[in-house]
């Protein structure tokens, strides 16, 4: 059996029991996360932690249009962070990438895109 350990940012406590506030949706979706790891095909490296939700910045909607906060800093701000800036488009010659931030555009892959979900055998 695997021990799963879960972490509260807000309240800074871990606990081994399945919290009673977890709304079901989530309980299913961590169980269908078990032996999953992630690879990179950009940079060739492996993960366990879900890459969408290994950057500590969340998007979060409002009345006000969407803003952004760090759960491990407490910082909010309303421009994209820099890890969450990508977007994939497509052109004639193919998909390219574009950072909201700088305003570049890439053909190559940014790694933070490269993610791919896999089972594992462990």
């Known amino acids: 059996a695997c ?3 879960w972490y509260n940012y807000a309240v800074n406590i871990s606990v081994t029991d399945t919290p009673d506030e977890l709304p079901e949706y989530l309980a299913e979706e961590f169980a269908k996360q078990v032996n999953v790891r992630w690879y990179n095909r ?3 490296e492996y993960s366990w932690e879900d890459p969408l939700t290994s950057t500590h910045w969340r998007k979060i909607s409002s009345d006000d249009g969407p803003f952004y906060y760090n759960i491990q800093t407490g910082e909010s701000q309303w421009d994209v962070p ?3 800036a990508w977007e994939k488009h497509e ?3 193919g998909p390219y990438w574009w950072n909201k931030n700088t ?3 890439v053909w190559s892959e940014p790694h933070q895109w490269g993610w791919e979900k896999q089972d594992s055998e462990l």
Do not use: F, G, H
């Open 3 to 5: 021990l799963q350990m």
């Open 82 to 84: 820099d890890e969450l």
């Open 91 to 93: 052109s004639p010659e």
């Open 42 to 44: 950009v940079t060739n």
């Open 103 to 105: 305003q570049e555009s």
